[in-house]
């Protein structure tokens, strides 16, 4: 349909000037980025509580405050405007998403947490809190993953005694269950 008066319509002057102006759609769909803030752990990871999911970002931030930065897809880590890393966006409740560059235990870095310090505590509780200790620290390829749930074991002895740890983690034993979610 023609504008009034004119021997032209919207679809002509489209098909003529317009059409070969457009380009193609991006492949990659646009995404709507948030942010947020961490702090870099000991084990030189990030805690990112959206997805409840553990990111690494270079040892040599540890205890810093990080920007992170969010899409449905990726996650950026930024400290002073400076970006540290970025990683594929994981949704895998408590899992770990680590480069292996970032990690301490490929660096001479001496950090107050190491196995050995998480072994030696748990043998002061009792044989099987060692084994458990063990287990969980064999369970990732890299270790540091492991130190918060070993301390949150190792802390528990303050508040139940060592003898009832140990007792909890011989029965953490015998089901083959090293993780806090495991339900029975």
């Given at each position: 349909?023609?504008?009034?008066?004119?021997?032209?319509?919207?679809?002509?002057?489209?098909?003529?000037?317009?059409?070969?102006?457009?380009?193609?759609?991006?492949?990659?769909?646009?995404?709507?980025?948030?942010?947020?803030?961490?702090?870099?752990?000991?084990?030189?990871?990030?805690?990112?509580?959206?997805?409840?999911?553990?990111?690494?970002?270079?040892?040599?931030?540890?205890?810093?405050?990080?920007?992170?930065?969010?899409?449905?897809?990726v996650?950026?880590?930024?400290?002073?405007?400076?970006?540290?890393?970025?990683?594929?966006?994981?949704r895998?409740?408590?899992?770990?998403?680590?480069?292996?560059?970032?990690?301490?235990?490929?660096?001479?870095?001496?950090?107050?947490?190491?196995?050995?310090?998480?072994?030696?505590?748990?043998?002061?509780?009792?044989?099987?809190?060692?084994?458990?200790?063990?287990?969980?620290?064999?369970?990732?390829?890299?270790?540091?993953?492991?130190?918060?749930s070993?301390?949150?074991?190792?802390?528990?002895?303050?508040?139940?005694?060592?003898?009832?740890?140990?007792?909890?983690?011989?029965?953490?034993?015998?089901?083959?269950?090293?993780?806090?979610?495991?339900?029975?």
């Amino acid at each position: 349909m023609s504008f009034r008066g004119r021997e032209y319509s919207r679809y002509s002057l489209f098909e003529e000037i317009e059409k070969q102006a457009l380009k193609p759609l991006p492949e990659k769909r646009y995404e709507i980025k948030r942010q947020s803030r961490a702090t870099a752990h000991k084990n030189s990871h990030i805690y990112f509580s959206k997805d409840k999911h553990y990111y690494s970002v270079p040892y040599e931030h540890i205890g810093k405050r990080v920007k992170v930065i969010y899409s449905e897809s990726v996650i950026e880590i930024y400290h002073k405007n400076e970006l540290l890393t970025f990683h594929a966006r994981e949704r895998q409740k408590y899992g770990y998403t680590t480069t292996k560059e970032h990690m301490p235990s490929h660096h001479r870095f001496v950090s107050e947490w190491s196995s050995e310090k998480f072994i030696d505590w748990a043998s002061q509780i009792g044989v099987h809190c060692h084994t458990m200790i063990v287990e969980i620290l064999d369970k990732k390829q890299h270790p540091e993953q492991c130190y918060k749930s070993c301390l949150g074991i190792l802390h528990l002895a303050k508040k139940v005694g060592k003898q009832r740890l140990d007792n909890a983690c011989k029965r953490a034993l015998d089901y083959n269950s090293y993780n806090y979610n495991y339900d029975r």
